[in-house]
């Protein structure tokens, strides 16, 4: 049996690397795309949070033949810089060295990058399409709306694949025609984006304390490049992540309700007041704060949950359709890269079976789903309030003590997360044991060299199985 004709509605990230791992194995394959060719109008999509690549999704751009390409648009994040309120910067390495890194991405050139290869690979995009409708019997018939010519355009697929976000259309008709058990929870967080600009973009006169000397040096980044910049503020905090050109892409984190929140920081005047009460080093880095808070939206924070990502073998979600997550983890790209790969191999091993398929996929990507969604909204408490915690930083410390001792025993969480492709459900079990341990270890500690490591010896080997 040939392999099937296949429509991907979403050509973003997770559609673009879909598309182009299935045209490399055979298949023929059309991907629409509500918004405009980016190449030719530029980036226009959602939110432009930096990405943050690691294992997960590196693996699937080897997979496309992509690394190369790619990594000439990244930069590499050893750590976290945590930014204190008194000023002081400390950075926390994610891993052991350079060997265990993630890198920052540009949401807009990744998107491009993938386009090009799906189309070298042989598939076929069509922008401008927005579905307005499915209906569902022996396959899919799909309807678009040409946002250009205002035309409607009708495709008939053999099944539809939805890789078109969280705010799905492809989802709501497949919801229309059988429940999928759909819940969002939102995180009652919002952010907004500003921007600290490269060193030669600076206005003359406002470069930073201390760039000067960089900027007639050649530098180009205002702060340390090679960090995920952290102010961590208690139930509140800022990031900042690198760009290539040698700007950071600020965001700020802030309850929807409260004292601080967007509800009480409601006008520009109380906006820089916060700034320079909790954030004064970042705000001197940010000379077109006005401009930026006033322009930018507050985006919403939220986690979407699905009992059912298909309809036997007529449709199928994956990425941000099936599971959108939080970005704390810096894994929703990754994940969904993770979705792909898994799909691709599905379809190519058992085309002629698409039912199966399809619920073998989320069998197999649902519970590893929720994990990472789970996790991510765990790493946000522990980046806007542990970093700065005696008590966190002496069980991470720790950590990194067990796993020196016990390589390929203990393994810490973020590791087996970020630098491994274990599974996300495995990662997070593992992890409950090694924290709980850390806890009862360091209990009544104030320092690491007060543990009693013979003990700790002896419940790492008793309690954590070596990885294969």
């Known amino acids: 049996m040939g392999k099937p004709e296949t429509t991907v509605v979403g050509g973003g990230l997770v559609g673009a690397l879909l598309a182009t791992l299935l045209a490399q194995r055979g298949f023929g394959v059309d991907i629409f795309e509500r918004r405009p060719d980016p190449r030719e109008a530029g ?28 990594m000439r648009l990244a930069i590499m994040m050893r750590g976290r810089m945590v930014h204190r309120p008194d000023g002081h910067a400390e950075l926390l390495r994610y891993g052991r060295d350079d060997s265990e ?8 050139r990744l998107n491009v990058a993938l386009i090009d290869a799906a189309e070298r690979a042989g598939a076929r995009f069509h922008f401008n399409r927005r579905l307005e409708s499915a209906t ?73 304390a201390g760039a000067a000397e960089a900027f007639a040096r050649g530098g180009r980044f205002a702060i340390e490049r090679n960090a995920l910049h952290i102010w961590p503020r208690g139930n509140y905090m800022c990031i900042a992540l690198p760009n290539a050109e040698g700007s950071f892409t600020v965001t700020l984190f802030l309850p929807s309700q409260g004292d601080p929140s967007f509800a009480t920081v409601d006008t520009l005047a109380k906006a820089r ?51 959108a997550i939080v970005p704390f983890h810096g894994q929703g790209m990754n994940c969904g890269f993770e979705d792909a790969v898994e799909l691709a191999e599905l379809l190519d091993a058992h085309h002629d079976d698409l039912a199966w398929t399809f ?23 522990e980046m806007r309030d542990s970093v700065a915690d005696a008590g966190f930083l002496l069980r991470r410390e720790l950590g990194r003590r067990l796993a020196e001792r016990h390589p390929g025993r203990f393994v810490p969480r973020y590791s087996m997360v970020t630098f491994t492709r274990m599974p996300y459900a495995q990662a997070f079990a593992r992890g409950a044991i090694q924290d709980t341990l850390l806890h009862e270890l360091a209990a009544g500690k104030s320092h690491v060299d007060d543990v009693d490591l013979a003990r700790a010896d002896a419940l790492v080997t008793e309690r954590l199985t070596p990885l294969a």
Not at 60 to 69: K, N
Not at 150 to 158: I, L
């Open 359 to 381: 619920a073998e996929f989320e069998r197999r990507r649902r519970p590893n789903a929720e994990a990472i969604a789970r996790m991510a909204l765990e790493n946000y408490v």
């Open 136 to 208: 569902f019997d022996d396959g899919a018939t799909l309807r678009f709306h040409d946002d250009v010519d205002g035309g409607t355009h009708e495709h008939r697929a053999a099944f539809a694949l939805g890789a078109d976000g969280a705010g799905s259309a492809l989802r709501a008709a497949m919801n229309a025609v059988r429940p999928l058990g759909e819940r969002i929870e939102e995180l009652g967080h919002g952010y907004k984006e500003l921007e600290i600009p490269a060193l030669a973009d600076f206005p003359a006169g406002l470069l930073p």
């Open 43 to 70: 980036y226009a999509g959602g939110r432009s949070i930096n990405l943050a690549l690691a294992e997960r999704g590196l693996h699937g751009l080897r997979l496309a033949g992509l690394t190369d390409e790619v």
């Open 273 to 323: 007041a916060f700034f320079e009460r909790d954030f004064p080093d970042l705000l001197s880095l940010v000379p077109d704060f006005d401009a930026d808070y006033a322009a930018n939206p507050v985006g919403v924070l939220a986690t979407l949950y699905l009992d059912r990502w298909h309809l036997d073998g007529r449709a199928l979600l994956l990425g941000d359709a099936a599971h």
């Open 101 to 108: 890194v993630i890198w920052s991405l540009s949401r807009g």
